[in-house]
């Protein structure tokens, strides 16, 4: 193969692998229900500036410390347990932008919801779900290991 061959290849390539990948500004500006929606203006100079996310880095979730809301919390019992996925579905339903995770941590049950980076954002949804729903004693967790999309 010559060398002139060689570089219709590579370029051909590139252009096949460049196509797949977004800008950030297109990554940020796609609409994802329940999650608002972006808008960004600027000269379309900037995008090829700014970088591209890859497929692979699309829906990839990273790992952080941070907050999160418990609306409920029982003991070990098959009560509590009903309990705790009775919240869970509950939320769920009336909260579906919200992630809600319910889990055992020895010796409760327990029903959380969210992944906030900062305490203010917790903060508002606890106070959100107080006046909301009909669960008491809703409190923030510091210190949780939450997931943050890329």
């Not at 970088?51 to 829906?59: F, I, K, L, N, Y």
């Not at 939320?91 to 049950?109: A, C, E, H, I």
């Not at 919801?113 to 959100?128: N, P, Q, T």
């Amino acid at each position: 193969m010559n060398k002139k061959g060689i570089v219709i290849f590579l370029l051909l390539f590139t252009a096949l692998a460049s196509a797949q990948q977004r800008t950030l500004v297109q990554e940020l500006e796609r609409d994802i229900p329940g999650k608002g929606h972006i808008r960004i203006e600027g000269d379309v100079c900037l995008d090829s500036l700014i970088g591209t996310v890859s497929e692979a880095q699309s829906g990839t979730m990273i790992k952080a410390r941070g907050y999160r809301v418990q609306v409920f919390a029982g003991n070990n019992t098959r009560a509590s347990k009903e309990k705790a996925n009775e919240v869970d579905k509950y939320l769920r339903t009336n909260y579906p932008d919200m992630p809600v995770y319910t889990s055992f941590k020895s010796p409760r049950w327990l029903c959380t919801v969210g992944d906030f980076l900062y305490y203010e954002e917790a903060y508002e949804v606890m106070r959100k779900l107080s006046k909301e729903t009909p669960y008491k004693g809703i409190i923030i967790l510091p210190n949780q290991e939450i997931q943050i999309p890329l």
